[in-house]
């Protein structure tokens, strides 16, 4: 299976600072999503990378966010002044044909 | 729209006894499905999927699914639960309308085992 690992795994911060969220697959994958879930609530897609280019966003993924791999093996999402309703967990994911390998996640609270 | 329904936000189960968490789909075309667990702080892992070929798909953990078309459903099974089975599981489709394989969640079903 493979791994993926996110950092931080907890992250507070003051509404309307910027927060970067990292994810780092240990193989060479094409694909990569964001996703994320609100406490007590189903998780939801954010936005799909694919050949180093958003490939797909969702209706949530503002102009506010914002996703990149700058060094070929780290992937992260921005969020570039936060609000409060940004408060959750983000995951991000990796597809292996079919399905895909999820990180362990990082807890974003927004205060 | 393509969706994916859990009708049970949790199911409560004895150690021992066989467990079914249900999952109903609606997509158009044949679906992708899949089955994951979150236990309490960690991510989400994979346990089985169905793509394609027979209709009962083992995964991990010693779990199973059963895809039933005619009833558009996914539901997971295990013969003996255990305690550590505990924990939220989900069920997901692909998004058939997406050229990048997102996949679509329920909103999950809190499995309690008890001793």
């Known amino acids: 299976e493979p791994e993926v690992t996110q950092t931080p795994s907890h992250q507070v911060t003051q509404m309307g600072q910027e927060v970067i969220l990292r994810c780092v697959p240990i193989?060479?994958?094409?694909?990569f999503y964001w996703y994320r879930q609100i406490l007590g609530q189903k998780v939801e897609f954010l936005v799909s990378?694919?050949?180093?280019?958003?490939?797909?966003k969702s209706e949530i993924f503002d102009d506010q966010f914002s996703v990149e791999r700058p060094d070929g093996s780290n992937f992260t999402l921005k969020i570039r002044s936060t609000k409060l309703e940004d408060s959750a967990m983000y995951f991000c994911a990796i597809r292996d044909i079919y399905e895909q390998y999820f990180g362990p996640g990082t807890r974003l609270t927004v205060t | 729209a393509q969706s994916v329904a859990q009708p049970e936000d949790q199911v409560n189960v004895a150690e021992g006894n066989p467990l079914t968490v249900k999952c109903t789909y609606s997509?158009?075309?044949?679906?992708?499905l899949f089955w994951y667990v979150q236990y309490p702080n960690r991510g989400l892992q994979f346990l089985l999927k169905y793509i394609t070929g027979d209709n009962l798909v083992k995964g991990s953990y010693g779990f199973e699914a059963e895809f039933n078309k005619s009833q558009t459903s996914f539901h997971l099974k295990k013969p003996s639960a255990l305690v550590s089975d505990s924990a939220l599981y989900f069920c997901?489709?692909?998004?058939?309308?997406?050229?990048?394989?997102?996949?679509?969640f329920g909103q999950g079903t809190t499995l309690q085992v008890k001793p």
């Open positions: 193989s060479n994958h094409l694909y």
């Open positions: 997901a489709v692909r998004d058939l309308g997406s050229n990048t394989g997102k996949l679509i």
């Open positions: 990378f694919y050949n180093n280019e958003i490939s797909e």
């Open positions: 997509v158009s075309g044949n679906p992708y």
